[in-house]
């Protein structure tokens, strides 16, 4: 993350990368956002925002696929959780929450989502350090989360979904950087 955006969030350009290493860049996808350094619910103003994604490494398992997405969430007061790999969310999916609000799901994930799951120095899942962070879209207008990272283009989604990275599985490395 290189910058900021206009809600406060940590702004800057996601890369994938191929076999061949740093220089194999695959796409290159500029304007995504994470966390918000100022914005914060009406209930407590005062909270000061959203924390973005911690710098670090973390892993996306792209060989558990999920097409029924809201099926597979669980409704609570916190954010939905999916399985631990990557996610489609049909459109017009609506989450239903314990205190019976509704909301509609591609607004605030998009179209898909893939959870960014924090490893530890031997390059394993990291329970101690998973807060629930994901990749994902975003159908609504402001440039804002709770922290975690968005494409709002769904670019890289669409990559590992349908485009040319659709038959890439296995843990596959994400790695934040912050400059």
């Known amino acids: 993350m290189t910058g900021s955006n206009a809600y406060g969030a940590q702004s ?4 994938v990368h191929g076999n061949k290493g740093q220089n194999d860049v695959l796409l290159s996808q500029s304007g995504v956002f994470t966390g918000s ?9 005062s909270n000061g925002g959203f924390n973005a994604i911690p710098e670090g490494n973390y892993y996306m398992n ?8 809201p099926n597979k969430m669980n409704s609570n007061d916190s954010n939905p959780e999916a399985n631990y790999g990557i996610q489609k969310i049909p459109d017009g999916n609506r989450l239903k929450k314990k205190d019976g609000a509704e909301y509609d799901t591609n607004r605030d994930y998009g179209n898909g989502r893939i959870r960014l799951n924090p490893m530890n120095d031997d390059y394993q899942y990291d329970q101690n350090r998973d807060r629930g962070y994901y990749l994902h879209g975003k159908g609504a207008w402001y440039n804002r989360t709770h922290g975690c990272v968005c ?23 994400f790695h934040v950087i912050k400059k």
């Open 151 to 173: 494409d709002k283009k769904e670019t890289v989604f669409n990559f590992f979904w349908e485009g040319a990275g659709k038959d890439v599985r296995g843990k596959v490395p």
């Open 62 to 69: 792209l060989s558990s696929r999920d097409a029924d997405g």
């Open 37 to 45: 350094g100022w914005w914060a619910t009406g209930e407590n103003p």
């Open 12 to 15: 800057g350009t996601l890369k």
